[in-house]
């Protein structure tokens, strides 16, 4: 009896000891769990990672995918392939209506002053139409905003416009320099088309002073056919030298001349391939890059970095063995550049097959050092992602704060999905961003395999937590 009775007493000491350590060992072990699984996905990657192999092909053995481009279906077929051969539980082209837009002989520029000649690195907009063939020839107006060009209306016509509003240095996240200058390039000619001008030229949307034109969409909008007129930019070092040879002589004559065209729409595709989810496979997080790119450089950066590293996410589930209770999709969209055909189609589907997405991520800001994830959701979800900091610090993800999620997967926006933009370093971005230094050789192995584990580590927390 009295040792029944210390018997007793033993157990329940040590059984209610116990129940507290095993509740505390509980909320520990999911945290390590999800440490582990985390840590295992960036050891993968790391050791054994294939996006760097796979941007190579994208990069060099491709090219760049404007959209419409045979470069375009080539990179379409072999990330099909690539998904099939990899094991994805559905892969299949999701049809796209492409712009066909392309650049032809390339451009020519120079101006002339006092007898001396000149060049001027220069490059079309994509969208703009071509210049006679005999090319432009003009004085040249300089301007620094819409809103300016606007109101010197009559004054401009006859004359080229040259929007000339420099990046501001000052933005620590260079995103917000890039969207503080593009509206020139977008709008330029469509606001100085009605007064009759010659040709619209525009700095490039970069911070570094060299001689990279760099490209990118411009837009006519609705203004009739007659008051559209060539647009194209310049490289940074050319808008500082006109710049100042205009102080000296404001009737320099300026001279370009491109030979772009816009050929019927075409047939294309977005490239979807999934991984279908034990418990919840009606319910999707999409992950995704955009697979086309401007035509100069290769796209290393702008997109196929976004590419290679939404298949690598699949790959590091399967690889470590992780079965994701919820479908998980890899999307490469077509057509972000000029025109987000492919993004409006996947949402447009998504609705008419009343597809249920709870999450999406998109990767299009370069292969850089992930730094964190910005996000568009709900309060309530917001406190979720924002208690995964100490999960992702470790990995240099400190940044994960509310904002923009992706062009591609914003059509898909909705109150019930939460989007994800991948926030890499941005400080080179804009060196390369649609220029013809957009190249393979400017990807760094790890900072891009980095970031294809960051990205695998945010859907598995996704997938572990978000309903
Ligand atoms: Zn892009």
């Given at each position: 009896?009295?040792?029944?009775?210390?018997?007793?007493?033993?157990?329940?000491?040590f059984?209610?000891?116990?129940?507290?350590?095993?509740?505390?060992?509980?909320?520990?072990?999911?945290?390590?769990?999800?440490?582990?699984?985390?840590?295992?996905?960036?050891?993968t990657?790391?050791n054994?990672?294939?996006?760097?192999?796979?941007?190579?092909?994208?990069?060099?053995?491709?090219?760049?995918?404007?959209?419409?481009?045979?470069?375009?279906?080539?990179?379409?077929?072999?990330?099909?392939?690539?998904?099939?051969?990899?094991?994805?539980?559905?892969?299949w082209l999701?049809?796209?209506?492409?712009?066909?837009?392309?650049?032809?002989?390339?451009?020519?520029a120079?101006?002339t002053?006092?007898?001396?000649?000149?060049?001027?690195?220069?490059?079309?907009?994509?969208?703009?139409?071509?210049?006679?063939?005999?090319?432009?020839t003009?004085?040249?107006?300089?301007?620094?905003?819409?809103?300016?060009?606007?109101?010197l209306?009559?004054?401009?016509?006859?004359?080229?416009?040259?929007?000339?509003?420099?990046?501001?240095?000052?933005?620590?996240?260079t995103?917000?320099a890039?969207?503080?200058?593009?509206?020139?390039?977008?709008?330029g000619?469509?606001?100085?088309?009605?007064?009759?001008?010659?040709?619209?030229?525009?700095?490039?949307?970069?911070?570094?002073?060299?001689?990279?034109?760099?490209?990118?969409?411009?837009?006519?909008?609705?203004?009739?056919?007659?008051?559209?007129?060539?647009?194209?930019?310049?490289?940074?070092?050319?808008?500082?030298?006109?710049?100042?040879k205009?102080?000296?002589?404001?009737?320099?004559?300026?001279?370009?001349?491109?030979?772009?065209?816009?050929?019927?729409?075409?047939?294309s595709?977005?490239?979807?391939?999934?991984?279908?989810?034990t418990?919840?496979?009606?319910?999707?997080?999409t992950?995704?890059?955009?697979?086309?790119s401007?035509d100069?450089?290769?796209?290393?950066?702008?997109?196929?970095?976004g590419?290679?590293?939404?298949?690598?996410?699949?790959?590091?589930?399967?690889?470590?063995?992780?079965?994701?209770?919820?479908?998980?999709?890899?999307?490469?969209?077509?057509?972000?550049?000029n025109g987000?055909?492919?993004?409006?189609?996947?949402?447009?589907?998504?609705?008419?097959?009343?597809?249920?997405?709870?999450a999406?991520?998109?990767?299009?800001s370069?292969?850089?050092t992930?730094?964190?994830?910005?996000?568009?959701?709900?309060?309530?979800?917001?406190?979720?992602?924002?208690?995964?900091?100490?999960?992702?610090?470790?990995?240099?993800?400190?940044?994960?704060?509310?904002?923009?999620?992706?062009s591609?997967?914003?059509?898909?926006?909705?109150?019930?999905?939460?989007?994800?933009?991948?926030?890499?370093?941005?400080?080179?971005?804009?060196?390369?961003?649609?220029?013809?230094?957009?190249?393979?050789d400017?990807?760094?192995?790890?900072e891009?395999?980095?970031?294809?584990?960051?990205?695998?580590?945010?859907?598995?927390?996704?997938?572990?937590?978000?309903?």
């Open positions: 009896m009295k040792y029944f009775y210390l018997a007793a007493i033993f157990l329940l000491v059984s209610s000891c116990n129940d507290v350590k095993l509740t505390n060992h509980t909320a520990e072990n999911v945290n390590k769990q999800d440490s582990t699984i985390i840590k295992n996905l960036f050891n990657a790391l054994n990672g294939q996006s760097y192999e796979w941007l190579d092909h994208l990069s060099n053995q491709i090219g760049g995918r404007l959209s419409g481009s045979h470069e375009s279906v080539e990179a379409i077929l072999w990330s099909e392939r690539l998904m099939q051969n990899l094991g994805f539980d559905k892969v999701q049809n796209v209506i492409v712009p066909n837009w392309y650049r032809g002989e390339k451009e020519e120079y101006f002053l006092n007898n001396i000649k000149y060049n001027v690195a220069i490059c079309a907009l994509g969208g703009s139409i071509p210049t006679p063939i005999s090319g432009i003009g004085e040249v107006i300089e301007v620094h905003s819409l809103e300016e060009a606007e109101n209306g009559e004054k401009l016509r006859g004359k080229i416009v040259f929007f000339n509003r420099p990046f501001d240095n000052t933005h620590i996240q995103f917000k890039y969207s503080g200058c593009v509206d020139q390039r977008g709008g000619a469509k606001v100085t088309g009605k007064f009759g001008v010659l040709g619209v030229i525009v700095r490039s949307m970069t911070h570094s002073i060299d001689d990279y034109p760099h490209t990118g969409a411009m837009g006519y909008g609705d203004i009739p056919e007659n008051e559209k007129v060539p647009t194209a930019a310049i490289s940074t070092k050319a808008a500082n030298l006109l710049s100042e205009l102080k000296e002589n404001p009737s320099l004559q300026f001279y370009f001349k491109q030979s772009c065209k816009t050929l019927p729409d075409e047939p595709s977005n490239v979807i391939g999934e991984l279908i989810g418990d919840f496979p009606d319910k999707i997080i992950v995704g890059g955009h697979i086309d401007w100069l450089g290769d796209g290393a950066h702008d997109d196929g970095a590419v290679v590293q939404s298949i690598e996410v699949l790959r590091l589930f399967k690889l470590n063995g992780i079965k994701p209770k919820h479908t998980i999709r890899c999307v490469l969209f077509i057509n972000e550049e987000l055909r492919g993004g409006i189609k996947y949402a447009e589907e998504a609705k008419l097959k009343n597809e249920n997405h709870i999406a991520l998109e990767s299009d370069g292969g850089f992930p730094r964190g994830f910005t996000f568009d959701a709900t309060d309530e979800n917001a406190k979720l992602f924002l208690s995964w900091k100490p999960l992702l610090a470790p990995y240099g993800l400190n940044e994960i704060e509310k904002g923009h999620g992706g591609d997967i914003g059509p898909l926006k909705s109150e019930t999905i939460s989007l994800f933009g991948y926030r890499p370093d941005s400080q080179r971005y804009f060196d390369y961003h649609h220029s013809e230094a957009d190249t393979f400017k990807v760094n192995k790890r891009l395999e980095l970031g294809a584990a960051s990205m695998a580590s945010l859907i598995y927390l996704l997938d572990t937590y978000l309903n």
